[in-house]
């Protein structure tokens, strides 16, 4: 990979050498071949281009798993403008605000997005032209095969590999999500660190599953980062569906299936689960925690390995796996990466004594250039930056992660700010106060419950108002499992919220201590 210095040029090298390849596909519909996925990505950097996009302009990106994401988010990087994916079902003021916080002067929709983005832009003082995919335009709209029309022409290629990429948004401190600044070094060094982990997670024949959503970095980077980078196939699908999904890797005979957690949980009471693997030589999780007993019973049902790992938007994403460990160990999340250096911290910044836990800091040319806009956050002057992980290192070198100091919530491998979510609810008349936490859930992971106070109100009537509001300011991710009503919040002495009581009272309802 010498020499590259842009992920799209990936597309480029892959186009020469292997043209009437097939590169992108969509489950039982259209698909792409090396030699048109380099025109295609050439045509959008040019309709880019044309429509007065230079480099660092921001391009939003709100669509779903299909054809037309790979070709934007890569025709926006040749073009050396910064892609700004966001979830499909973010809803209206969540997309206002992310229009508005990364200034994007265009933004790409697709069907299942163009309403709540039309509303998103309505509201917004300078709204951003809108580019939109297989809808019905209004006037001032435009098509995306519009921007595709005109043939590809060579644009000047990229000088400057620490150049913004992408903006990913994600709970990277305190406060409202930020987006995270991602450079084409980053996201490149990722893709080339995991590259030299043996065994390999992806060679040229593998045909690999891209069910996790391309807007989160997991999809974005490991997946078709990867994909990109090794020549494989790449089976998109829009949704994940239990059965469907499973037809799916049989129909496409996926090689590679990289998941989030909750699959395994949709898959446990399968009967032919192994028989309808077959295709399948590695199963990849990652973007949350997975349970060592749920790893054993799947290998031992199916034969296939399951491989975990480590990673964080801010490190693009990949740190630690566990096909880097000299052994298999239940519970570790394996060992760091070729070039990525992690180690541990106490309280006092010194590295803790023994086996004792302590903060995790990572290290490596895949790490982000702080936060948007003004790169706080970033790493130090050392290259070290602090995950707000905690964790032990064995003699091996393995990972063990213990606990988050952020009180971050991952609900099917998608970041939640509690702080958003007791907002919003607090929007809500008759609401005094609100705590939001996290608790374990069997299929996603963990869930968002709310401990609320409103005084007087009738339990019934605030918890559906509640929920109604959730529902149409939050995406459904963010929106609370269950609303619990009380009189008063635990606080300490000096008046702050004790969650760590509140997560306390639910793993007692959860071991049945609790009605």
């Known amino acids: 990979m010498s020499g590259i210095r842009d992920v799209a040029e990936l597309v480029t090298e892959a186009a020469g050498e292997s043209p009437d390849r097939l590169a992108v596909v969509e489950a039982g519909g259209r698909s792409l071949t090396w030699a048109e996925l380099e025109d295609e990505v050439g045509r959008v950097a040019t309709g880019l281009a044309a429509s007065g996009i230079v480099g660092g302009h921001r391009v939003l990106i709100a669509i779903g798993n299909r054809i037309e994401f790979v070709t934007t988010y890569l025709g926006v990087l040749r073009a050396q403008a910064v892609a700004v994916p966001v979830n499909p079902r973010s809803t209206p003021s969540e997309l206002a605000r992310m229009v508005q916080d990364s200034g994007s002067r265009i933004v790409v929709a697709d069907s299942e997005t163009v309403v709540a983005v039309r509303e998103a832009v309505a509201t917004l003082e300078t709204p951003p032209r809108l580019v939109v995919v297989g809808a019905t335009l209004r006037p001032g709209e435009r098509g995306y095969d519009q921007l595709r029309a005109q043939p590809a022409r060579p644009?000047?290629?990229?000088?400057?590999?620490?150049?913004?990429?992408?903006?990913?948004?994600?709970?990277?401190?305190?406060?409202?999500?930020?987006?995270?600044?991602?450079?084409?070094?980053?996201?490149?060094?990722?893709?080339?660190q995991v590259a030299r982990v043996e065994p390999p997670m992806m060679h040229g024949d593998d045909v690999v599953l891209g069910v996790l959503p391309l807007f989160h970095v997991y999809g974005l980077n490991a997946v078709l980062g990867g994909v990109l980078r090794h020549r494989a196939k790449l089976v998109l699908v829009e949704r994940f569906d239990p059965q469907e999904t499973l037809a799916i890797i049989d129909d496409e005979a996926c090689s590679v299936v990289p998941v989030a957690p909750p699959v395994f949980a949709y898959w446990r009471d399968e009967p032919d689960l192994k028989e309808r693997l077959g295709p399948v030589r590695l199963m990849l999780s990652g973007s949350?925690?997975?349970?060592?007993?749920?790893?054993?019973?799947?290998?031992?049902?199916?034969?296939?390995?399951?491989?975990?790992?480590?990673?964080?938007?801010?490190?693009?994403?990949?740190?630690?796996?566990?096909?880097?460990?000299?052994?298999?160990?239940?519970?570790?999340?394996?060992?760091?990466?070729?070039?990525?250096?992690?180690?541990?911290?106490?309280?006092?910044?010194?590295?803790?004594?023994?086996?004792?836990?302590?903060?995790?800091e990572i290290r490596g040319a895949n790490l982000f250039s702080g936060y948007w806009p003004d790169g706080a956050g970033g790493p130090d002057d050392e290259g070290w930056w602090p995950t707000g992980d905690v964790g032990f290192l064995d003699v091996s070198g393995d990972l063990f992660l213990v606990d988050r100091l952020k009180e971050l919530v991952i609900v099917s491998g998608f970041n939640v700010y509690p702080v958003e979510v007791e907002d919003v609810i607090e929007e809500v008349p008759g609401v005094a106060e609100v705590?939001?936490?996290?608790?374990?859930?069997?299929?996603?992971?963990?869930?968002?419950?709310?401990?609320?106070?409103?005084?007087?109100?009738?339990?019934?009537?605030?918890?559906?108002?509640?929920?109604?509001?959730?529902?149409?300011?939050?995406?459904?991710?963010?929106?609370?499992?269950?609303?619990?009503?009380?009189?008063?919040?635990?606080?300490?002495?000096?008046?702050?919220?004790?969650?760590?009581?509140?997560?306390?009272?639910?793993?007692?309802?959860?071991?049945?201590?609790?009605?």
């Open 155 to 192: 644009l000047p290629p990229l000088q400057d590999p620490e150049k913004l990429a992408a903006l990913l948004y994600t709970s990277g401190t305190s406060g409202l999500p930020r987006a995270a600044m991602l450079t084409h070094r980053a996201l490149l060094a990722n893709i080339e």
């Open 288 to 360: 949350g925690p997975l349970s060592p007993e749920v790893v054993r019973e799947f290998s031992e049902r199916t034969g296939v390995p399951v491989h975990q790992g480590y990673g964080l938007t801010e490190a693009s994403p990949v740190v630690t796996s566990t096909l880097c460990s000299e052994t298999f160990q239940v519970g570790s999340v394996g060992a760091a990466l070729p070039g990525i250096g992690v180690r541990l911290l106490d309280d006092d910044g010194r590295p803790p004594e023994g086996d004792d836990p302590g903060e995790i």
């Open 435 to 515: 705590a939001v936490i996290g608790v374990s859930h069997e299929q996603t992971g963990e869930a968002v419950v709310a401990y609320v106070r409103a005084p007087g109100a009738d339990p019934e009537l605030i918890t559906a108002a509640v929920r109604d509001h959730c529902a149409v300011r939050l995406a459904r991710f963010k929106q609370p499992l269950r609303i619990e009503i009380v009189d008063e919040l635990p606080r300490t002495v000096t008046g702050k919220v004790q969650k760590g009581r509140l997560r306390g009272i639910e793993r007692r309802r959860s071991l049945g201590l609790l009605e």
